[in-house]
């Protein structure tokens, strides 16, 4: 954490505030997006949107491009948290209603400790780690649990969203824990740019081939809807989350992540009718309640406020992938 003066604090309280609410309103936009927007070709042209201005900007302003050195991680980040861990959320939530793939997603931490728990210089999991994940596991069981046992078509669309909200929380993990070990100190904005670029490439490529394009047209809704996720959504968020990060603790910029869900499903339900009932609510708060768990254990016993969530040292600049921020 950089050194704050009042002024910086004050502007990073309300930047960490626009976190909470741009991170929690994506998942609406995009179950706008879909209503006339293909699941693949809505991403693809977010992030290539996203990219371009972004990139554009700071070509303008002198920035080098990434050296061709760079361009081999920036691809597996855009496959890993832009195509597995943004593009699982988009199709997933065809089926499932915003909201609770916002709860879902937030079981990401579930997948991180298992991964870092298989690699040599990763955190081990402890007790207190595998209560997390089994309390969180059976809130996605009480979740899933009548439509795993319905049968019918209905049930097995929201089941595949769940398990394509699992994949993405999968993909994210791995490009976070790739990006952890391999920051490169080039500018994190531009590597940003082309990561954002990459993965919408990729995206748009899978659209085509699965033939959206066919069934592709813009409503003033969904247009709206796209521009607010290409902007605000994508690097609005991004900004905001670096500037809190430099100025205040990272436990409490890592709070949004419990906040996003609960403004996602106020969300869901008040202007979308999604449903939820009390079985919902319990299986989101045993969900959370593992995820607080989780990150409990993950904190070790030197202070971490010049680390940010995933690891690297900030030095008054982030030092890594941008994506891992949690951007959805």
């Excluded at 990434?66 to 195509?83: H, M």
């Excluded at 809704?221 to 996720?229: D, V």
């Excluded at 990272?250 to 996602?264: G, K, Q, R, T």
Aim: net charge positive; aromatic share 8%.
């Amino acid at each position: 954490m950089a050194n704050s003066g009042p002024r910086e604090r004050r502007l990073a309280y309300l930047a960490w505030i626009a976190v909470c609410l741009i991170w929690g309103t994506t998942y609406l936009g995009i179950r706008i997006t879909l209503e006339t927007i293909p699941p693949w070709l809505m991403s693809g042209m977010r992030w290539i949107i996203a990219g371009t201005i972004l990139g554009g900007g700071l070509l303008i302003r002198g920035e080098r491009p990434p050296s061709a050195r760079a361009w081999s991680g920036i691809a597996f980040l855009g496959v890993t948290l832009l195509v597995l861990g943004n593009g699982g959320v988009v199709w997933a939530e065809q089926y499932v209603p915003s909201g609770l793939a916002a709860v879902i997603v937030a079981a990401s931490p579930f997948w991180m400790a298992g991964i870092e728990a298989f690699l040599a210089d990763g955190e081990k999991l402890t007790l207190r780690t595998i209560v997390g994940l089994a309390v969180g596991f059976c809130g996605i069981l009480l979740l899933v649990w009548p439509d795993l046992t319905s049968g019918t078509a209905t049930g097995r669309g929201f089941i595949a969203g769940v398990i394509a909200l699992q994949i993405a929380c999968l993909g994210w993990s791995m490009g976070s824990s790739y990006s952890r070990r391999h920051a490169r100190a080039e500018n994190i904005f531009m590597i940003t740019a082309a990561q954002m670029l990459a993965g919408g490439v990729m995206m748009l490529a899978l659209g085509t081939l699965q033939g959206e394009w066919r069934g592709l047209h813009f409503s003033t809704r969904t247009a709206g809807a796209l521009a607010y996720l290409s902007t605000i959504g994508a690097l609005g968020g991004f900004v905001a989350y670096t500037y809190a990060l430099r100025h205040l603790p990272v436990s409490l910029v890592s709070l949004y992540a419990y906040v996003n869900p609960v403004i996602a499903v106020a969300l869901g339900v008040t202007l979308m009718g999604e449903p939820f009932d009390s079985r919902m609510a319990l299986a989101a708060a045993l969900v959370l309640a593992g995820v607080a768990i989780v990150r409990r254990s993950g904190k070790s016993d030197e202070p971490d406020k010049d680390k940010t969530p995933e690891g690297e040292t900030v030095d008054g600049r982030v030092v890594r992938a941008a994506g891992a921020s949690g951007s959805r």
